[in-house]
């Protein structure tokens, strides 16, 4: 693998190394502030404000990603605080993210006068493009791995990367023995938020109800993790975490986005009736 993709040497002739997590995690940002920014346009926002809207959800995003990643690891993050308040592309739990970015940028549409649903609907196929991005830069680094597996595709990771360490500490294998084997989680979740992607674009092309594909594509990627979450390895997480970050965190996400489908079908359907009865009406007193 590659965890460390290239080296910036600068004026004073330090050498600045650029890991593929970092890199990665930043072109995905970057990408998802340009997708929502070309959204925001297309409704007519003005630069400034669109670019208030950028700052605001990236900053909510990455508060709620750090705080999730924090009460995951409480115990770590108690023992070396200084570190919740880092300013860098690490220790962030994605649906924390999403979990303080979404209402915020309810509240910024709301202020702004936008028509939320469409315009989520929208963003939707391009945050999974952007959550896929981010697991380029986790399998190039190694982090984010998968328990053990005889499975063909299971991928090996090089002597001394995150997940042979993982082995060796917990006694799974001899330090005489080579890496072994484990599911590519990384992969996984890759095409988990590719598919939610696809199926929310699906969803725009056949013109269904506003903010449906929105909610297809946040309860596909949510279950999909969840699906992810039991084939991966959390070798410092308490088992308090477990249970918090994926029955929990997972389970939640998807009953919020079920509830969502509803909502939209049943102001689609009432809107349909209502339709139907006026026509009816219509054709009577004719």
Same mark, same amino acid.
């Given at each position: 693998?590659?965890?460390?993709?290239?080296?910036?040497?600068?004026?004073?002739?330090?050498?600045?190394?650029?890991?593929?997590?970092? +890199?990665?995690?930043?072109?995905?940002?970057?990408?998802?502030?340009?997708?929502?920014?070309?959204?925001?346009?297309?409704? %007519?926002?003005?630069?400034?404000?669109?670019?208030?809207?950028?700052?605001?959800?990236?900053?909510?995003?990455?508060?709620?990603?750090?705080?999730?990643?924090?009460?995951?690891?409480?115990?770590?993050?108690?023992?070396?605080?200084?570190?919740?308040?880092?300013?860098?592309?690490? %220790?962030?739990?994605?649906?924390?993210? +999403?979990?303080?970015?979404?209402?915020?940028?309810?509240?910024? %549409?709301?202020?702004?006068?936008?028509?939320?649903?469409?315009?989520?609907?929208?963003?939707?196929?391009?945050?999974?493009?952007?959550?896929?991005?981010?697991?380029?830069?986790?399998?190039?680094?190694?982090?984010?791995?998968?328990?053990?597996? %005889?499975?063909?595709?299971?991928?090996?990771?090089?002597?001394?990367?995150?997940?042979?360490?993982?082995?060796?500490?917990?006694?799974?294998?001899?330090?005489?023995?080579?890496?072994?084997?484990?599911?590519?989680?990384?992969?996984?979740?890759?095409?988990?938020?590719?598919?939610?992607?696809?199926?929310?674009?699906?969803?725009?092309?056949?013109?269904?109800?506003?903010?449906?594909?929105?909610?297809?594509?946040?309860?596909?990627?949510?279950?999909?993790?969840?699906?992810?979450?039991?084939?991966?390895? +959390?070798?410092?997480?308490?088992?308090?975490?477990?249970?918090?970050?994926?029955?929990?965190?997972?389970?939640?996400?998807?009953?919020? +986005?079920?509830?969502?489908?509803?909502?939209?079908?049943?102001?689609?359907?009432?809107?349909?009736?209502?339709?139907?009865?006026?026509?009816?009406?219509?054709?009577?007193?004719?």
């Amino acid at each position: 693998m590659y965890p460390q993709l290239f080296e910036v040497i600068i004026n004073s002739g330090q050498v600045v190394t650029v890991s593929a997590y970092r +890199f990665f995690g930043l072109v995905a940002l970057v990408y998802i502030a340009v997708a929502a920014y070309l959204c925001l346009k297309r409704f %007519n926002l003005s630069v400034v404000k669109s670019l208030l809207c950028i700052i605001i959800l990236s900053v909510s995003f990455l508060i709620g990603a750090r705080l999730l990643y924090t009460l995951l690891y409480l115990p770590q993050a108690t023992a070396q605080p200084a570190g919740i308040f880092q300013l860098h592309l690490g %220790n962030f739990a994605l649906f924390g993210g +999403f979990a303080l970015a979404l209402p915020a940028w309810w509240l910024l %549409n709301l202020a702004f006068n936008l028509p939320f649903f469409k315009i989520t609907d929208q963003l939707a196929p391009h945050t999974g493009v952007a959550a896929a991005l981010l697991r380029v830069g986790c399998f190039l680094a190694g982090c984010c791995y998968g328990k053990l597996t %005889n499975m063909p595709w299971g991928v090996s990771f090089p002597v001394f990367s995150p997940a042979h360490r993982a082995q060796l500490y917990s006694g799974g294998i001899s330090t005489l023995l080579p890496p072994q084997a484990i599911h590519p989680t990384q992969l996984y979740e890759m095409f988990v938020a590719l598919l939610a992607s696809f199926l929310a674009w699906y969803a725009l092309r056949k013109k269904m109800p506003d903010g449906l594909a929105a909610a297809v594509f946040g309860f596909s990627f949510a279950l999909g993790r969840l699906i992810v979450f039991f084939f991966r390895a +959390f070798p410092v997480a308490e088992s308090y975490s477990n249970i918090l970050r994926g029955p929990v965190v997972y389970g939640l996400a998807m009953m919020i +986005f079920a509830l969502w489908i509803i909502k939209v079908y049943g102001f689609s359907l009432s809107g349909f009736k209502g339709r139907v009865l006026k026509c009816k009406t219509l054709n009577f007193k004719a």
